[in-house]
């Protein structure tokens, strides 16, 4: 395989060996030298690809993104409003967005948006796509269709930080319900 073959399949080596690495320390505390073990590879050739252990984060977060914007435009029926409200919160407790190492990179995302302006425009990015999506099919549903999105954006962020905390594995079936509770009770 040419060079130029091999460095894709080794950024994504990369990007997986990093969200694994800091689900299973529960901090950004991760060194490029164990990413870059994780991944099989050394710690320059993770620096040669990504520059530093920063971007290495806000590449991996860029992943995340993506598998979730991908899994949203993918999962959306062509439905009713309803129905397109239900799929976006079922989506942000499937498999591929609620796990561990998942929802443990996201939370660290946040803290490093915290000091970040990449990692903040990547959050503020997040952010306004999840409330557009949102509003667009409660407007229909309620008089309200702002507030309830937002209080949406605040519940799915909350039952994210809460699976994280919480030892053991995590419980989609149970913060879906939370959610599914929460919009019966908004629409009513």
Do not use: C
């Not at 942000?92 to 995302?109: K, L």
């Not at 409660?138 to 962020?157: M, N, Q, S, V």
């Amino acid at each position: 395989m040419s060079k130029h073959g091999v460095e894709p399949i080794r950024k994504a080596a990369l990007i997986n060996a990093t969200i694994s690495e800091v689900g299973r320390a529960g901090s950004l505390d991760v060194t490029v030298a164990q990413i870059a073990r994780a991944a099989g590879m050394s710690p320059a050739l993770a620096h040669h690809y990504f520059g530093s252990k920063e971007q290495i984060f806000l590449s991996a977060m860029r992943h995340i993104l993506t598998v979730y914007g991908r899994s949203i435009r993918d999962g959306l029926p062509a439905g009713d409003a309803r129905e397109r409200l239900n799929a976006i919160v079922r989506i942000n407790f499937a498999p591929s967005n609620f796990q561990r190492e998942i929802i443990s990179a996201w939370i660290n995302f946040y803290a490093l948006a915290l000091i970040n302006k990449q990692a903040a425009r990547l959050l503020r990015i997040y952010h306004r796509r999840l409330r557009s999506n949102l509003i667009s099919n409660l407007r229909p549903l309620t008089d309200h269709p702002i507030r309830t999105a937002e209080t949406l954006g605040a519940l799915i962020d909350g039952l994210y930080l809460r699976a994280v905390l919480t030892p053991g594995p995590v419980d989609a079936d149970k913060a879906l319900s939370t959610i599914m509770d929460y919009i019966e009770e908004a629409l009513a």
